[in-house]
């Protein structure tokens, strides 16, 4: 089985869930999703499999999303998208799909649930 994981180098939680897939024998596709942004069909696939909106897997506490004054937009599901295809860095992770399943790895043994 390969799954993909949405991954970022620099971050701890994404790092171990890696750890974990790999611990577990699982082929890996690691897309670094900050060199290789994603666009809006690949969002919303995301979406789509994970069963979520937008502001779910959006990482609130960056800087740009204050000053983009995004939590008055959390219904607003193109515009979330939008900011998220122009700033990646506004996308939880790490995000591991298995096939149609997908999981946001917070924490990371949540991951354990579809691989």
Do not use: W
């Amino acid at each position: 089985m390969k799954v993909k994981i949405f991954h970022n180098t620099r971050c701890s939680k994404s790092r171990k869930a890696l750890d974990i897939l790999r611990e577990n024998g699982v082929e890996v596709e690691i897309i670094e999703y900050l060199k290789t942004p994603l666009d809006k069909k690949d969002i919303e696939n995301i979406l789509k499999k994970l069963d979520m909106n937008p502001i779910d897997i959006m990482r609130k506490g960056e800087d740009i999303f204050k000053k983009l004054e995004l939590e008055k937009h959390i219904n607003n599901k193109q515009l979330l998208i939008n900011a998220m295809v122009k700033h990646p860095i506004l996308i939880e992770r790490p995000i591991v799909i298995s096939g149609t399943q997908a999981i946001v790895g917070r924490p990371p043994e949540l991951i354990l649930e579809i691989i």
